[in-house]
Protein backbone atom coordinates (compact mmCIF):
# COMPACT_ATOMS: atom_id res chain seq x y z
CA UNK A 1 0.00 0.00 0.00
CA UNK A 2 1.17 3.89 -0.85
CA UNK A 3 -0.56 6.77 -0.54
CA UNK A 4 0.35 9.93 -2.06
CA UNK A 5 0.44 13.47 -1.61
CA UNK A 6 1.05 16.49 -3.89
CA UNK A 7 2.58 19.76 -3.26
CA UNK A 8 3.62 22.85 -5.27
CA UNK A 9 0.81 23.98 -7.41
CA UNK A 10 -0.02 27.49 -8.05
CA UNK A 11 -1.16 29.96 -10.55
CA UNK A 12 1.86 31.18 -12.98
CA UNK A 13 2.09 33.30 -16.17
CA UNK A 14 2.85 31.63 -19.48
CA UNK A 15 6.57 31.09 -19.85
CA UNK A 16 6.75 30.94 -15.77
CA UNK A 17 8.05 27.72 -13.90
CA UNK A 18 6.75 25.38 -11.07
CA UNK A 19 8.10 22.43 -9.17
CA UNK A 20 5.53 19.82 -7.93
CA UNK A 21 6.22 17.57 -5.25
CA UNK A 22 4.93 14.12 -4.48
CA UNK A 23 5.47 12.37 -1.02
CA UNK A 24 4.46 8.75 -0.87
CA UNK A 25 4.06 6.87 2.80
CA UNK A 26 5.33 3.15 2.33
CA UNK A 27 3.30 0.62 4.33
CA UNK A 28 6.33 -2.04 6.06
CA UNK A 29 7.37 -4.60 3.95
CA UNK A 30 7.71 -2.36 1.16
CA UNK A 31 9.77 0.45 -0.36
CA UNK A 32 9.54 2.90 -2.82
CA UNK A 33 12.16 1.52 -4.88
CA UNK A 34 9.78 -1.29 -5.78
CA UNK A 35 7.17 1.42 -7.68
CA UNK A 36 7.27 3.17 -11.05
CA UNK A 37 5.75 6.76 -10.43
CA UNK A 38 4.64 9.12 -12.58
CA UNK A 39 2.31 12.20 -12.93
CA UNK A 40 -0.72 12.48 -14.76
CA UNK A 41 -2.69 15.57 -15.42
CA UNK A 42 -6.77 16.39 -15.47
CA UNK A 43 -8.28 19.62 -16.95
CA UNK A 44 -12.19 20.13 -16.84
CA UNK A 45 -13.86 19.05 -19.56
CA UNK A 46 -10.93 16.80 -20.82
CA UNK A 47 -9.62 13.01 -20.62
CA UNK A 48 -7.01 12.30 -17.91
CA UNK A 49 -3.59 12.56 -19.30
CA UNK A 50 -0.44 11.03 -18.48
CA UNK A 51 2.50 13.01 -18.30
CA UNK A 52 5.61 11.57 -17.48
CA UNK A 53 7.40 8.45 -15.38
CA UNK A 54 9.98 7.22 -14.00
CA UNK A 55 11.01 3.92 -13.14
CA UNK A 56 12.88 3.32 -9.49
CA UNK A 57 15.99 3.04 -12.20
CA UNK A 58 15.88 6.52 -13.22
CA UNK A 59 14.84 5.56 -16.63
CA UNK A 60 12.35 8.27 -17.41
CA UNK A 61 9.44 8.85 -20.27
CA UNK A 62 7.11 12.11 -21.30
CA UNK A 63 4.38 12.49 -23.35
CA UNK A 64 4.83 14.27 -26.58
CA UNK A 65 3.70 17.83 -25.22
CA UNK A 66 5.85 18.62 -22.34
CA UNK A 67 8.68 16.54 -23.76
CA UNK A 68 11.92 19.12 -23.21
CA UNK A 69 10.06 21.19 -20.87
CA UNK A 70 9.20 19.15 -17.90
CA UNK A 71 11.68 17.21 -15.76
CA UNK A 72 10.61 14.12 -13.95
CA UNK A 73 12.90 12.89 -10.89
CA UNK A 74 12.72 11.26 -7.66
CA UNK A 75 14.61 10.84 -4.42
CA UNK A 76 14.44 7.17 -3.17
CA UNK A 77 15.90 7.96 0.03
CA UNK A 78 13.03 10.38 0.70
CA UNK A 79 10.28 9.04 -1.07
CA UNK A 80 9.61 11.54 -2.74
CA UNK A 81 8.71 12.59 -6.44
CA UNK A 82 8.88 16.00 -8.33
CA UNK A 83 8.00 17.41 -11.41
CA UNK A 84 9.70 20.60 -12.19
CA UNK A 85 7.87 22.39 -15.19
CA UNK A 86 9.63 25.59 -17.17
CA UNK A 87 8.01 27.13 -20.02
CA UNK A 88 4.30 26.67 -18.65
CA UNK A 89 1.44 27.42 -20.98
CA UNK A 90 -2.01 27.88 -20.44
CA UNK A 91 -2.80 24.77 -22.12
CA UNK A 92 -0.84 23.19 -19.26
CA UNK A 93 -3.79 24.13 -16.89
CA UNK A 94 -4.92 20.95 -14.76
CA UNK A 95 -5.17 19.46 -11.68
CA UNK A 96 -1.80 17.30 -11.82
CA UNK A 97 -1.62 13.81 -9.73
CA UNK A 98 1.17 11.91 -8.92
CA UNK A 99 0.68 7.83 -9.31
CA UNK A 100 2.33 4.53 -8.58
CA UNK A 101 2.54 1.22 -9.95
CA UNK A 102 3.88 -1.44 -7.94
CA UNK A 103 6.48 -3.63 -9.78
CA UNK A 104 8.28 -5.31 -6.80
CA UNK A 105 11.39 -5.22 -7.88
CA UNK A 106 14.17 -2.50 -6.74
CA UNK A 107 15.91 -0.17 -9.60
CA UNK A 108 13.45 -0.94 -12.29
CA UNK A 109 11.85 0.66 -15.55
CA UNK A 110 8.37 0.75 -15.46
CA UNK A 111 6.13 -1.87 -17.36
CA UNK A 112 3.25 0.32 -18.35
CA UNK A 113 3.76 3.90 -20.04
CA UNK A 114 2.18 7.06 -17.79
CA UNK A 115 -0.60 6.83 -20.51
CA UNK A 116 -2.35 3.91 -19.06
CA UNK A 117 -3.29 5.60 -16.23
CA UNK A 118 -5.81 3.39 -14.98
CA UNK A 119 -2.92 0.64 -14.57
CA UNK A 120 -1.11 2.76 -11.79
CA UNK A 121 -2.97 1.81 -8.43
CA UNK A 122 -2.01 4.36 -6.43
CA UNK A 123 -3.11 7.62 -6.91
CA UNK A 124 -2.75 10.96 -5.06
CA UNK A 125 -5.52 13.42 -4.76
CA UNK A 126 -4.23 16.05 -7.20
CA UNK A 127 -2.85 19.69 -6.71
CA UNK A 128 -4.12 22.72 -8.91
CA UNK A 129 -2.11 24.36 -11.49
CA UNK A 130 -2.84 27.24 -13.22
CA UNK A 131 -1.11 29.27 -16.28
CA UNK A 132 -2.48 32.51 -17.16
CA UNK A 133 -1.63 33.57 -21.26
Known amino acids: QVQLVESGGGSVQSGGSLRLSCAAT???????????MGWFRQAPGKEREGVAA???????AYVDSVQGRFTISRDNAKNMLYLQMNSLAPEDTAMYHC????????????????????????RGQGTQVTVSS
Open 99 to 122: AAYYTGIAAAGCPIPISRVPGYSY
Open 26 to 36: ISAHSYYSYYC
Open 54 to 60: IGSDGST
